[in-house]
Nanobody
Framework: QVQLIESGGGLVQAGGSLRLSCAVS????MGWFRQAPGKERDFVAA????????YYADSVKGRFTISRDNAKNTVYLQMNSLKPEDTAVYYC?????????????????WGQGTQVTVSS
């Protein structure tokens, strides 16, 4: 059974930084999604199994960086210049194959989520 365990969420002031981590039991294509209260779960970033390809939502380009350490089976989301609108529960997701890395339905396995709150 695939396990994904997120960590690194918390409370930060606008303009600050956080780094999320996701430990996964195996080698998969990985993504980060987020869900704000009353809203749908949205794509944030993704990285291919090889780490050669990365994808970002327009709203986070230039501020967030996704990376992975395959030796540690861990994926990271470095979040800089955080804004109050980044406040959400962030979910790590994994899939063995994808057609559209930005599409929620392409992911088979999900973590439980970690809360990120950005105060103004």
């Amino acid at each position: 059974q695939v396990q994904l365990i997120e960590s690194g969420g918390g409370l930060v002031q606008a303009g600050g930084s956080l780094r999320l981590s996701c430990a996964v039991s195996g080698r998969y294509h990985m993504g980060w999604f987020r869900q704000a209260p009353g809203k749908e779960r949205d794509f944030v970033a993704a990285v291919s199994r090889s780490a050669l390809n990365t994808y970002y939502a327009d709203s986070v380009k230039g501020r967030f960086t996704i990376s992975r350490d395959n030796a540690k089976n861990t994926v990271y989301l470095q979040m800089n210049s955080l804004k109050p609108e980044d406040t959400a529960v962030y979910y790590c997701a994994a899939t063995q194959s994808w057609v559209q890395p930005t599409t929620l339905a392409d992911y088979n396995y999900w973590g439980q989520g970690t809360q990120v709150t950005v105060s103004s």
